[in-house]
């Protein structure tokens, strides 16, 4: 249940990051072409930086903020943003794998018998 819990906030935290970026950048560009990993993965590291670099007396400033100034503080933070570092890297589509051909003179021969025989052949005077 803790794990769930804590899923949900984490999920609740990148969208709250996500609409603060559509609501500046645009929705069609955000969708579109940034990566929802990169960001997580920027949030967990500048959380674990923040922590240990920022007092937490210095959060207090976030406490006491009405919901329009955190907004209008997320947007401006937004704004700084470098859309650049969260591109998304599509994948090219798999190329279909073509089908094995086989002799239908010589079927398959382990590859301990051939080098069995390469012994053979060696061993002979």
């Known amino acids: 249940m803790f794990t769930f819990c804590i899923a949900l906030v984490a999920y609740n935290i990148l969208s709250t990051v996500q609409a603060a970026l559509r609501s500046v950048h645009g929705t069609e560009k ?6 929802s990993y990169y960001l997580a ?11 240990i ?3 937490p007396d210095e959060w207090c400033v976030f406490q006491n903020m009405t919901f329009t100034e955190l907004s ?11 859309l650049r570092t969260f591109r998304r890297h599509p994948r090219d589509p798999k190329i279909a794998q073509p089908k094995r ?7 398959h021969v382990s590859t301990a018998k051939i080098l069995a025989q390469r012994t053979q052949k060696n061993n002979t005077p």
């Open 101 to 107: 051909t086989y002799l239908k003179n010589k079927p």
């Open 72 to 82: 209008q503080t997320l947007k401006h933070l937004a704004g700084l943003v470098k």
């Open 41 to 51: 993965d920027e949030i967990k590291g500048t959380y674990r930086g923040m922590m």
């Open 53 to 55: 670099a920022i007092p």
């Open 30 to 35: 955000i969708e579109a072409k940034i990566s």
